[in-house]
C-alpha cells in the first residue's frame, strides 16, 4: 500500500516532470497542430491537470469548485460518459485558453491536489485512482515528446528541441544473432504487484510453434539498403493497403528523413543531422515494418512471441511492432463508467506495440505492456525487430 507522504511525492515529481518537457518551448510551440494525431503541448499540459480534476477533485473532494466549468468541453479527450468536448482535430484552433492560463489551473489544481491528499481519510478507497492518473500523465509526457519533435520537425527551418540533448546510451549488440526459442506452453500478461493496464490483464497460456528472433533491432544502415534496393518502388513486399498508402502519400524513407546533397539526414532533437547507420532506425510504420521485414526474407514477432523471448535481448530504445492484432486477452473485463473507456474501446483496426522507447518515462515499461497503434503512424518511436 503507498502511503501518504509517498503518493504526494509520486504526484509532485510527475507533475514536474511534465512541466520540464516544455521548459524549452516558446510560447508559440504551444499551440501548434500539424497533423489530427498531434496534439498541442498546450493541450496535453490541460488535458492531463483535467484528469485530476473531473475524476479526483470533483468526485471526491468536499466543497471542491471547478476552476472553469467550461475547460471540461475543452480538456476532455474522447471520455463520452463525461461530456461534450472540442474535436481533436479543433485543438490547434484553441488560442484560448492562453498558455499562461493552462499554467495557472495547473497550479490552481495541484494546490487543491495537495491539499486533498495531505486531508482526506479516504486515501486507501482512491489511491489506485491517484495511481492511475499518475500513469496517465506519463503516457502523456511520452505523447508530448514526441508531439514537440512533429511540431518541429516539421517547421521549414528544422529548429532544434534542446542542442544538448542525448538519448539514452543503450549497450551495443557484440554478436548480432538470430536467437531460437523452443516451442511450447507459454504464460503472457501481467501477474505479480505494481502498477498495470487493464489490457494487460488475463494471463493466459499461449502455444507458440518453435520460432527464431532477432537479438537486435534493423539499424539505420539495413533499412537504408532496403531503400537502395527499390523497397519504396517493389508492391511485392508490401500489404495492398501499405502499397495504396505508400503511392498515396509518396512515401520513400522514414519520417524524418530527407535526402541532401547525396546523403540522407533526418531532424532529431538536436536539429537536422545526417542518418547515424548504426542506430536502430526510428518512425516507420506498421505498413514499413511489414515490407522490410518480407524483404528480409523474415516477419515481424507476434506480441506473445516478443513476450516470451524478451529475456533474451535488450529492449528499450524503440516501441517495436509485432504481427499482433490489438485484441482483448481472455476474460478481459472492461471497467464500468468512464473510465472504462480507456483501452477496451480501441480494440479495434491497430497492431500491438511492444517494449518500450527512449522517451518513456522511467518505471514506466514493462514487458507485458500492450501500447497500439493504427498502422500507418509513424510520429512515436517505433523501431523493428526481426523473426522467423
Request: charged share 20%; net charge negative.
Amino acid at each position: 500500500m503507498t502511503t501518504r507522504d509517498e503518493l504526494i511525492m509520486q504526484y509532485k515529481q510527475v507533475r514536474t516532470a511534465t512541466e520540464q518537457i516544455c521548459i524549452s518551448l516558446e510560447t508559440e510551440d504551444y499551440v501548434v497542430q500539424p497533423v489530427v494525431d498531434v496534439s498541442p503541448p498546450k493541450w496535453h499540459l490541460g488535458h492531463t491537470t483535467w484528469f485530476f480534476e473531473t475524476f479526483i477533485l470533483k468526485s471526491y473532494a468536499t466543497d471542491y469548485k471547478e476552476f472553469d466549468a467550461a475547460y471540461n468541453y475543452v480538456f476532455n479527450s474522447y471520455y463520452e460518459s463525461v461530456g461534450a468536448r472540442v474535436i481533436r482535430t479543433d485543438r490547434g484552433n484553441l488560442s484560448r485558453p492562453t498558455v499562461k492560463d493552462v499554467y495557472r489551473y495547473r497550479r490552481f489544481i495541484d494546490e487543491a491536489m495537495i491539499t486533498f491528499l495531505q486531508d482526506t481519510s479516504s486515501l486507501a478507497e482512491i489511491a489506485e485512482l491517484i495511481i492511475l492518473g499518475l500513469n496517465h500523465e506519463q503516457q502523456h509526457q511520452e505523447l508530448l515528446y514526441a508531439d514537440i519533435k512533429y511540431i518541429l520537425g516539421h517547421n521549414p527551418l528544422f529548429p532544434s528541441y534542446r542542442r544538448d540533448y542525448l538519448p539514452p546510451t543503450v549497450s551495443q549488440v557484440k554478436s548480432p544473432a538470430m536467437v531460437p526459442v523452443k516451442e511450447g506452453l507459454y504464460e503472457i500478461g501481467f501477474q505479480g504487484e505494481g502498477f498495470h493496464w487493464d489490457n494487460e490483464l488475463g494471463r493466459h497460456k499461449v502455444y507458440l510453434p518453435a520460432f527464431e528472433i532477432s537479438n537486435q533491432l534493423v539499424t539505420n544502415e539495413a533499412y537504408i539498403a532496403f531503400i537502395n534496393d527499390g523497397g519504396y518502388q517493389n508492391f511485392r513486399y508490401w500489404h495492398a493497403e501499405g502499397w495504396d498508402w505508400v503511392r498515396k502519400q509518396q512515401i520513400t524513407s522514414p519520417l524524418y528523413w530527407h535526402f541532401m546533397d547525396g546523403q540522407w539526414m533526418n531532424y532529431t532533437f538536436r536539429g537536422l543531422e545526417p542518418v547515424r547507420k548504426e542506430e536502430a532506425v526510428c518512425h516507420v510504420s506498421f505498413f514499413e515494418a511489414y515490407a522490410f521485414a518480407n524483404w528480409k526474407g523474415m516477419r515481424l514477432p507476434t506480441e506473445f512471441e516478443w513476450e516470451t523471448a524478451s529475456h533474451l535481448f535488450d529492449w528499450g530504445q524503440r516501441w517495436e511492432w509485432t504481427q499482433s492484432a490489438y485484441l482483448p486477452y481472455p476474460h478481459y473485463a472492461q471497467a464500468p463508467g468512464a473510465l472504462g473507456e480507456y483501452n477496451g474501446k480501441f480494440m479495434v483496426n491497430q497492431q500491438v506495440l511492444r517494449g518500450a522507447s527512449e522517451i518513456t518515462p522511467a518505471g514506466h515499461s514493462r514487458n507485458t505492456y500492450r501500447n497500439f497503434f493504427q498502422t500507418d503512424l509513424r510520429w512515436q518511436f517505433t523501431g523493428i525487430r526481426l523473426a522467423k
